[in-house]
């Protein structure tokens, strides 16, 4: 069973979507950078706010990296022919599926049985 999918269009959604993450990610470095830990300019309760703050922004840097990589993986798939397969079952992903998530690699009886573990 065939399925249109209308390549260009996802190709230009994941190109904005990359955009975005690469914006993001830089805010996000700035904002992981080391707390300055000088106990004489700020007390200690803003020290551990700063360090929680740093700590959430080290993890956003993480996450924006592995979407990063999920998209070139897509965009990869879209030039190669293989965008839409299901990796599990190879099977193609419903199309209001990709449209809700254009880097997701499962169809969704396959992301239930995953997720399931």
């Not at 707390?35 to 959430?56: H, P, T």
């Given at each position: 069973m065939a399925q249109s999918l209308n390549l260009s269009s996802f190709s230009t959604q994941?190109?904005?979507?990359?955009?975005?993450?690469?914006?993001?990610?830089?805010?996000?470095?700035?904002?992981?950078?080391?707390?300055?830990?000088?106990?004489?300019?700020?007390?200690?309760?803003?020290?551990?706010?700063?360090?929680?703050?740093?700590?959430?922004?080290?993890?956003?840097?993480?996450?924006?990296?592995?979407?990063?990589?999920?998209?070139e993986r897509a965009l990869t798939e879209i030039e190669s022919g293989d965008y839409g397969r299901c990796v599990e079952c190879d099977e193609f992903i419903a199309v209001a599926r990709l449209e809700a998530d254009p880097v997701t690699q499962r169809c969704i009886v396959c992301a239930t049985k995953f997720e399931q573990g």
């Open positions: 994941l190109q904005a979507l990359k955009l975005g993450v690469l914006q993001t990610s830089t805010l996000a470095r700035n904002a992981a950078q080391p707390v300055e830990l000088d106990q004489n300019r700020v007390g200690r309760l803003s020290r551990i706010d700063a360090m929680q703050g740093q700590a959430m922004a080290q993890a956003n840097v993480e996450r924006q990296k592995v979407l990063l990589s999920e998209i």
